[in-house]
């Protein structure tokens, strides 16, 4: 049975996206719920988003949209990178500068998603959470791609159309809106047990430090 992910008002939270839609597309209900205790961390551009632009124009369209976004949701703070949207596994240093210590839960793209940057963004700030000893509790959150056998769970019956209004702010990428809220509705059904859930996110917990230890005794 999965455990339903409860925020208090003395959590820290860290949503690392890979490219600037991505907090909403697996993370609307931590914004929606947790806004003023959350940080988000912006790796990419986005700027290979759309095909029909040129990547200096889709890099501003995405920014401005992503701004959007961030002014109607009031997060407690953004932080951009602007690496180049597709070149992340060649900037990995940049997750050196994300002091993950201060954080008491942080969600991260699933290393086995589709997209390359999703991967690289998950791989690169899981070996930099272990190098810092941050013990906060992570997670895992799907878009496309859904997991086996999710851990955890939040709620968003309530927030799904407030979750749509924030990736309508990503107007050139909403024809992943009713792909990722399709997700969310299956996750929801899968829960008979909650007739009155219609919408879930589903996150994997990462126990990363389990997974550490199990590495160090094969060496």
């Known amino acids: 049975m999965r455990e339903?992910?409860?925020?208090?008002?003395?959590?820290?939270?860290?949503?690392?996206?890979?490219h600037p839609d991505d907090e909403c597309m697996y993370a609307a209900g931590v914004l929606l719920l947790a806004?003023?205790?959350?940080?988000?961390?912006?790796?990419?551009?986005g700027s290979h988003g759309n095909r029909n632009c040129s990547i200096e124009e889709e890099a501003g369209i995405r920014k401005k949209q992503f701004d959007a976004e961030m002014e109607y949701i009031k997060p407690h703070a953004v932080h951009w990178f602007?690496?180049?949207?597709t070149k992340l596994s060649e900037n990995t240093w940049i997750v050196h500068s994300i002091d993950f210590i201060p954080y008491t839960r942080i969600f991260l793209p699933w290393i086995e998603s589709l997209h390359p940057d999703h991967r690289v963004a998950a791989k690169m700030c899981i070996n930099?959470?272990?190098k810092q000893?941050?013990?906060?509790?992570?997670?895992?959150?799907?878009?496309?791609?859904?997991?086996?056998?999710?851990?955890?769970?939040?709620?968003?019956?309530?927030?799904?159309?407030?979750k749509r209004r924030l990736?309508?702010?990503?107007?050139?990428?909403?024809?992943?809106e009713e792909v990722v809220l399709s997700l969310n509705a299956f996750r929801a059904a899968?829960?008979?047990?909650?007739?009155?859930c219609k919408f879930a996110e589903c996150y994997d917990k990462i126990r990363i430090w389990e997974n550490e230890n199990a590495n160090n005794k094969k060496r």
């Open 128 to 130: 930099e959470i272990r």
């Open 190 to 196: 899968q829960m008979m047990y909650m007739p009155e």
């Open 133 to 162: 000893g941050c013990h906060a509790e992570c997670y895992s959150g799907e878009i496309y791609k859904p997991f086996p056998s999710p851990s955890h769970y939040i709620d968003i019956t309530s927030l799904a159309e407030e």
């Open 4 to 18: 339903k992910i409860i925020f208090t008002e003395e959590d820290r939270i860290a949503i690392i996206a890979p």
């Open 35 to 45: 806004s003023d205790r959350t940080d988000i961390f912006v790796l990419t551009d």
């Open 167 to 176: 990736i309508r702010f990503h107007e050139d990428q909403t024809a992943l």
């Open 82 to 85: 602007g690496i180049e949207d």
